[in-house]
T-cell receptor, first 109, second 111 residues
């Protein structure tokens, strides 16, 4: 079992809809969780971090954490073509960030 | 402007020729890391540093060396590069929150 698992996609969503990205992790002791966006050929950029169970909202982005079920998700409201990218989930484990392989998201105009 | 810089951005070299990829940050972060990114394998940590003169292995340290003599700099050294080290390399810096900020990447090809 991989430490951090994401569906590789591609996930195709129409413009204006909600994109839902999911991530599961294996280490129940993990405390910190991060979502990064990576455009093709570019470096990952931090979208959000979340540390407590529940929802955290930042503009069109909402991160959701459920530690009991060991999953973290990212919702993107009013999806725009510029949101087309690979989204990486990362989990802090023993002072190291472990990344999932990423979900490729395509927003169709 | 807060940033992480890496040089060179692109490098083609031959097997066995020592090389160094530099990384510098201007955010006064204590922590820095090196990652490699390969298709199908994702981002994997090579080495990280928690402060000056404090470094530790990540998940794929074989064939790499690092040093942290100054807080802002964290060079990655390949003493004898091999073709399996052909990859896209990222440096990152961060504080104790672990919100990592990545450099632009170095695409390395070893022939």
């Amino acid at each position: 079992q991989k430490e951090v698992e994401q569906n590789s996609g591609p996930l195709s969503v129409p413009e204006g809809a909600i994109a839902s990205l999911n991530c599961t992790y294996s280490d129940r002791g993990s405390q910190s969780f991060f979502w990064y966006r990576q455009y093709s050929g570019k470096s990952p950029e931090l979208i959000m971090s979340i540390y407590s169970n529940g929802d955290k909202e930042d503009g069109r982005f909402t991160a959701q954490l459920n530690k009991a079920s060991q999953y973290v998700s990212l919702l993107i409201r009013d999806s725009q073509p510029s949101d087309s990218a690979t989204y990486l989930c990362a989990v802090l484990r023993a002072q190291k960030l472990v990344f999932g392989q990423g979900t490729r998201l395509t927003i169709n105009p | 402007e807060a940033q992480v810089t890496q040089n060179p951005r692109y490098l083609i070299t031959v097997t066995g020729k020592k090389l160094t990829v530099t990384c510098s940050q201007n955010m006064n972060h204590e922590y820095m890391s090196w990652y490699r990114q390969d298709p199908g394998l994702g981002l994997r940590q090579i080495y990280y540093s928690m402060n000056v003169e404090v470094t530790d292995k990540g998940d794929v340290p074989e064939g790499y060396k690092v040093s942290r003599k100054e807080k802002r700099n964290f060079p990655l050294i390949l003493e004898s590069p091999s073709p399996n080290q052909t990859s896209l390399y990222f440096c990152a810096s961060y504080s104790s929150s672990y919100e990592q900020y990545f450099g632009p990447g170095t695409r390395l090809t070893v022939t």
